[in-house]
């Protein structure tokens, strides 16, 4: 069913000079409030609920000209968002079909969760006319932001029911009894849960550009020629994870456990012999532990020289080529690690781009155009924190041989892990510690979805291997065009585009039966 959206987005700005003809300021100032109202039959509680964003667009600059050679300019942009009601239930089905969220306690899709993001750019520069055509021009800039989660419990568990218990019997064909903790519908969760809730997501970039631009007559036409280097230093420190310890529950007859190596398949032989599958009288349940936590920095060195050649008759040609060096860290580097895993050389990198166009009759109504370039990405920081140590998945599994579920009951212990160890057999961690398990529940298995191979020649322990020879994210373009004035106000133009990925990167994965599935870094 329809819900209510409303955006309302008020703004000023005010500029001018402060000094005549020497200084110069702007000012900007756009809030902007964003409401989403949804209306939800619920079994208890209240049936109205809103997510809500607001954002806080500030901008400010000064110019000022210190000589009549030498302009200089610093600028800072902020960008508060913040966001309450992050979670809302599913939408009324306009035809009666049963809504999964009402069920759930109005309380977990309370206003009170959200998140915030502050997030500030600066940038200052200097334009300095050396001679009427030699120009130099110096950029540093610098942005941060920190996302952050609020108001999801951190204590207790959040239990989500993957089958429905309701009306369903156990394995001994024993109907559940509606009072039961296990009775309930399918999609239900009895607290508020976030499985990325994130403590920081603390982004900083700073960049220097410097530039030097020369125009030369002469030779066979007019040249602006024009070369740089840039420098980008990128850090992401991040901290993710379920809000409380998550819990998937499955119910009932006929939900059994496929075990994925030895130690489950030692562990689920009795069940199997006795229920036909890998379960307990009740059904299963598995403990999910999944985050990322790490830190990392990069380097990308990039430079540049271009050529924008007027040759006359109507012709204008543009080439020029870029070459970058490029590095990303391991996250988690011990004794004997890569620190660089992904390292660009100056080769690897290499992007030249040209362009042309005709001016075909001279009187600026007809062009043809092509041109080509080639260009590379640049590495993204998430690969480096959850590639190379940071980032976690492991599931504990657990047989239910009582209908308390809310007695398995696992606790964050250190870095907010709770089911963690180096193989198959390694238990979650409840309040008596780890393999402390609750009476009435039986361990199956450990599965790591995020181990790492320990056998080649670029991993470690706490490291994925990266293919050698690793190509960087590239694509190369080729364009085609014609424009055509037909009268002053009318024009046609007709234009040929063609895009192609020429390398990718991309996580392998290889199941290994003792510990799990492990990942190598290539260009697929």
């Not at 110019?63 to 800072?76: E, L, M, N, Y």
């Not at 603390?202 to 036409?221: E, H, I």
């Not at 892990?417 to 180096?422: A, F, N």
Request: hydrophobic residues 35%.
């Amino acid at each position: 069913k329809k819900d209510k959206y409303s955006d309302i987005f008020p703004g000023a700005t005010f500029g001018g000079a402060l000094w005549k003809d020497k200084v110069w300021f702007f000012a900007g100032f756009n809030p902007e409030w964003d409401d989403h109202e949804r209306n939800v039959v619920m079994s208890v509680g209240p049936t109205s609920f809103s997510r809500n964003y607001q954002t806080y667009y500030t901008y400010g600059r000064l110019d000022a000209a210190i000589t009549q050679k030498v302009r200089v300019f610093g600028s800072w942009l902020y960008q508060y968002q913040r966001e309450s009601g992050e979670v809302l239930p599913f939408a009324d089905s306009t035809t009666g079909l049963y809504n999964q969220s009402s069920s759930s306690p109005t309380y977990v899709f309370g206003h009170n969760l959200g998140n915030a993001a502050p997030n500030v750019t600066t940038n200052v520069g200097a334009d300095f006319t050396l001679t009427p055509r030699l120009v130099a021009t110096v950029r540093w800039g610098y942005a941060f932001q920190n996302y952050h989660d609020f108001g999801f419990p951190t204590t207790g568990n959040v239990n989500y029911f993957e089958t429905s218990g309701v009306g369903a019997t156990d394995n001994s064909g024993t109907p559940i009894p509606s009072t039961s903790p296990l009775s309930q519908t399918s999609g239900y969760y009895n607290a508020a849960y976030n499985e990325n809730t994130t403590g920081y997501d603390a982004t900083k970039r700073n960049q220097v550009d410097a530039d030097l631009a020369w125009f030369k007559s002469g030779w066979w036409g007019t040249h602006n020629i024009k070369g740089g280097y840039q420098l980008t230093r990128t850090t992401n420190s991040l901290l993710q994870h379920w809000n409380a310890p998550e819990i998937n529950i499955f119910p009932g007859a006929g939900n059994f456990y496929v075990p994925q190596g030895p130690y489950g398949g030692t562990n689920c032989a009795a069940y199997i012999a006795e229920y036909g599958g890998c379960a307990g009288l009740y059904g299963y349940a598995t403990v999910v532990d999944y985050g990322s936590n790490g830190q990392a920095t990069s380097m990308n060195h990039g430079l540049f020289i271009q050529d924008a050649w007027t040759i006359g008759h109507g012709v204008t040609i543009n080439a020029g080529i870029r070459v970058e060096k490029e590095y990303l860290p391991a996250e988690d580097q011990p004794t004997g690690g890569i620190s660089k895993p992904i390292n660009f050389s100056w080769s690897d990198k290499l992007a030249p781009r040209i362009g042309a166009a005709w001016d075909v009759f001279k009187d600026g109504r007809m062009k043809v155009f092509g041109s080509y370039g080639v260009f590379n990405d640049t590495m993204k920081l998430n690969l480096a924190i959850s590639s190379f140590g940071g980032q976690y998945w492991q599931n504990c599994a657990y047989a239910m041989d009582t209908d308390q579920i809310q007695n398995l009951n696992p606790i964050f212990g250190a870095n907010y892990r709770y089911c963690i160890g180096p193989n198959g057999g390694s238990q979650a961690n409840f309040p008596g510690g780890t393999g402390a398990t609750p009476a009435g529940f039986t361990f199956l298995e450990n599965q790591n979805f995020r181990t790492f191979p320990t056998s080649c020649a670029t991993c470690t322990a706490t490291e994925e291997g990266v293919a050698p020879g690793l190509k960087p994210y590239r694509q190369h373009e080729d364009v085609f065009g014609i424009d055509y004035q037909l009268k002053k106000n009318l024009a046609f133009e007709a234009r040929w585009d063609r895009i192609r990925n020429d390398h990718v990167i991309e996580d392998a994965a290889i199941f290994n039966p003792n510990i799990g599935e492990t990942f190598v870094i290539v260009n697929p």
